[in-house]
T-cell receptor, first 115, second 110 residues
Framework: DAGVIQSPRHEVTEMGQEVTLRCKPI?????LFWYRQTMMRGLELLIY????????DSGMPEDRFSAKMPNASFSTLKIQPSEPRDSAVYFC?????????????FGQGTRLTVV | KQEVTQIPAALSVPEGENLVLNCSFT??????LQWFRQDPGKGLTSLLL?????REQTSGRLNASLDKSSGRSTLYIAASQPGDSATYLC?????????FGAGTTVTVRA
C-alpha cells in the first residue's frame, strides 16, 4: 500500500481565499483523522471520521473549517475564508480500528501558508 | 485533559552513543502509547506502539518501555547513527484521540 496520500504538499494562498486539502487513507482503514501542527501548539486533532461519518469535530477551530468524507477512500478539509493564522502543516492519518492495538499512520502533510 | 511532556527538547550526541528519550503523561488511563519519528518537512513515521498492558516493545536498535502507573515512557536507541537525527514524538491514546508531546529533536554528530 502507498500509505496515506495527501495533496497538495504545499499551498500558498491569499487571505480570504478558499483552501481545500485532500486525503486518501490506507485502503481498509475505518478511521480517518485530520491533525494540525504549529510551532506554538504542536499537533492537535481537528476532526475524525469512522466509516465515513464525522464522529468528533470539537477540535475544529472555527466555522470557517469544514471536513467531508464522501467515501471510504477520500476526505477533504476546507477552509473558507482562509486567514494568516491558519498557516500550519495539516496532517491526515488513518487507522484500522480502535482499541488497544490501534496504530495511526500519517500522511506527509500539507504545508499551508496564508499571506 | 491529558498533558504529554517530553524532556529534553533537544539532544546532541556523538555517533555510537546510546540515546535516551523521555515522555511523561498525566492521565494513566491510556489505551496505548506510540513513538513517532518526524524528519524536517516530512510526515510522522510510526516507530513503536506499546499497548497499555505491555511493559516494553523492541524493534531493531529501538526499545521503548512503559510504566503506566507513574505515567512514563522511555525510548532507547542503541548505537546512534547520523541517520537517527530527527524529531521524536510520543503520543498517548485515549480511545480514538492521540495526545502528542512537543517532541525531542535529536542530532547525532558523525
Amino acid at each position: 500500500d502507498a500509505g496515506v496520500i495527501q495533496s497538495p504538499r504545499h499551498e500558498v494562498t491569499e487571505m480570504g481565499q478558499e483552501v481545500t486539502l485532500r486525503c486518501k487513507p490506507i485502503s481498509g482503514h475505518d478511521y480517518l483523522f485530520w491533525y494540525r501542527q504549529t510551532m506554538m501548539r504542536g499537533l492537535e486533532l481537528l476532526i475524525y471520521f469512522n466509516n465515513n461519518v464525522p464522529i468528533d469535530d470539537s477540535g475544529m477551530p472555527e466555522d470557517r473549517f469544514s471536513a467531508k468524507m464522501p467515501n471510504a477512500s477520500f476526505s477533504t478539509l476546507k477552509i473558507q475564508p482562509s486567514e494568516p493564522r491558519d498557516s500550519a502543516v495539516y496532517f491526515c492519518a488513518s487507522s484500522p480500528r480502535q482499541g488497544l492495538n490501534t496504530e495511526a499512520f500519517f500522511g506527509q502533510g500539507t504545508r499551508l501558508t496564508v499571506v | 485533559k491529558q498533558e504529554v511532556t517530553q524532556i529534553p527538547a533537544a539532544l546532541s550526541v556523538p555517533e555510537g552513543e546510546n540515546l535516551v528519550l523521555n515522555c511523561s503523561f498525566t492521565d494513566s488511563a491510556i489505551y496505548n502509547l506510540q513513538w513517532f519519528r518526524q524528519d524536517p518537512g516530512k510526515g510522522l513515521t510510526s516507530l513503536l506502539l506499546i499497548q497499555s498492558s505491555q511493559r516494553e516493545q523492541t524493534s531493531g536498535r529501538l526499545n521503548a518501555s512503559l510504566d503506566k502507573s507513574s505515567g512514563r515512557s522511555t525510548l532507547y536507541i542503541a548505537a546512534s547513527q547520523p541517520g537517527d537525527s530527527a524529531t521524536y514524538l510520543c503520543a498517548v491514546s485515549l480511545t480514538y484521540k492521540l495526545s502528542f508531546g512537543a517532541g525531542t529533536t535529536v542530532t547525532v554528530r558523525a
